[in-house]
């Protein structure tokens, strides 16, 4: 039967409660991770607390001696354990840190090392793990005009690994992001929710990233702030004025005149009736009418000297 227990602790069978406590101290000091750096010290004092933990109780130590580490880690049953037997499966807290407080009563155990007055810096008993972060996780925000020139709450749910309170395990729970979108934002507008990834032991959760798309409007093309609307008209139209009308994002109808004569690259602006502006949305950008002018497809004789005859006295 193995005695590793006794082992690690550098004693033998009969070793008293005495000699056991001796051993830890020698040995924890020696070992903890302050203080040695060498490779396999971390290890070496996770299992120093283990078989004091262990061997420092009664219970434990007379089902140890008895089944060795199997039977204790396997549970002994209650007819074979006795009064003193520890019955029930015994596993390791796995925190040598706790065991090592527990047995120095909070006080320095340091003392008889270092004469400075400096505090003591108890560093970690795991390997020093760097952390690192994740890389973002991207996704589109598909957003209306009309979202985007009033502006929404948009609710997300998403779903996560998060981390469970012993440390170690991890369960997936689902979230709610909340997204007040603001008047006037543009295309690609990004929308950082920190840490808001997977949890995980050794790393830093990832930013999820919500990236707004816009989607396509019926009426309206958005340029920067402003917004295009595009419309056929008649070469009577172009050449002798009317009057459209039009009806905003925010429900009201404007009655627009158009007494110039509408050519190819002629632009109706009208002002302030765009997209509200990022950074102030009580500015707008302006409104911008293009023009399709639909010329006939066909003239009578009739029809081509009326146009000859009022275009010679416009021109003549």
Known sequence: MSWGYYETLEINRNATDADIKKAYRRLALKFHPSKNREPGSVEKFIQLGEAYDVLSDPRKKATYDKFGEVGLKSGVPAEFGGAEAWSSKYVYHGNPDKTFRLFFGGDN?????????????????????????????????????????????KKIKISRRVMNEDGHTSSIKDKILTIEVKPGWTEGTRIIFSKEGDQGPNCIPADIVFIVRQKSHPLFRRQRNDLIYKTKISLEMALTGFSMDVQTLDGRLLSIPVNDIVHPTYEKVVTGEGMPLPQDPSQRGNLVIAFDVQFPVKLSAESKHLIKYALGLQYG
């Open 109 to 153: 155990p340091f003392a008889d090392f270092y004469t400075d007055e400096s505090p003591l810096q108890l560093c970690s008993l795991q390997p020093e793990v760097v952390k690192t972060q994740d890389a973002p996780i991207e996704r589109d925000l598909h957003l209306s005009l009309n979202d985007l020139f009033h502006g929404c709450i």
